[in-house]
């Protein structure tokens, strides 16, 4: 397998650190694209050479655009805690405001849509997806999330009705766009209230999810919430 990924960094002059923030990786993951065995950045654009990448069956290589402004999203107020039944405000921070910014953010529920699976397993290479609905999910293994997951038109939980009260929030999927001179924006997070007492806390993380970006587990991109 020489299918490749980016990694990007950024650096902390006040603790002279560097902490890995996200990763760069095609919608569209080819095992042997030799993704990432060059890379050029100047200001938020990033060009990724792939110099083994397929198209129309030709080897032909690629560089792939991405735009990584991103860098300057974060949540404030992060880590989260909340009790079950409750609404979570959750708000997004930029470090610069002078133009406008589309943003997308999800959460990462172990149930998760088979797309999300898909992608995760490639970016992490976790497992084989051929597992029964009772195995844990590659974004279960990647994040280690314990609180499920629900739809407006779903009361199944990993193909089993939801007699238990398993659901504990509904999922978040929300885009949005800052504009010009705004540094803030908001969305909610609702939680469900089965009236079954659980210890330990629940917990789910979420995090933006632009096209083509994976937000690392270390950095800034993603947030904790404790139900």
């Known amino acids: 397998n020489i299918r490749g990924k980016a990694h990007l960094f950024d ?3 006040s603790s002279e650190t560097w902490t890995e923030q996200s990763f760069l990786f095609p919608g569209a993951p080819q095992k042997q694209d030799l993704l990432a065995t060059s890379v050029a950045i100047d200001g938020n654009v990033a060009v990724v050479g792939a110099s083994n990448r397929e198209l129309l069956n030709v080897n032909s290589g690629a560089a792939i655009i991405y735009d990584i402004g991103f860098l300057n999203l ?3 107020e992060s880590p989260y805690t909340l009790t079950e039944g ?4 959750i708000n997004i921070a930029r470090s610069s405001s002078a133009s406008r910014q589309a943003i997308s953010l999800r959460t990462m529920e172990p149930n998760a849509d088979d797309d ?3 992608y ?3 970016l992490f290479s976790l ?3 051929h597992v029964t609905a009772h195995d844990r999910t590659p974004v279960e ?3 280690g999330n314990t609180a499920m997951g629900q739809n407006n038109h779903s009361i199944f939980t990993r193909g089993m009705y939801d007699f238990q009260g398993v ?3 509904e999922l978040l999927d929300f885009e949005g766009q800052f504009k010009p001179g705004e540094s803030v924006i908001s969305t909610s997070l609702m939680t469900t209230d089965d009236a079954i007492f659980e210890s330990p806390n629940e917990h789910v993380t979420i995090q933006f999810n632009m096209r083509g970006m994976f937000a690392s587990q270390l950095g800034r991109l993603k947030a904790d919430i404790h139900i």
Request: hydrophobic share 40%; net charge negative.
């Open 127 to 129: 497992r084989s997806l």
């Open 74 to 76: 974060n949540f404030l």
């Open 120 to 122: 995760v397993n490639e």
């Open 141 to 143: 293994l990647l994040t």
């Open 86 to 89: 409750d609404v979570l405000k």
């Open 167 to 169: 659901n504990d929030y």
């Open 11 to 13: 650096f902390d002059e």
């Open 116 to 118: 999300l699976q898909h």
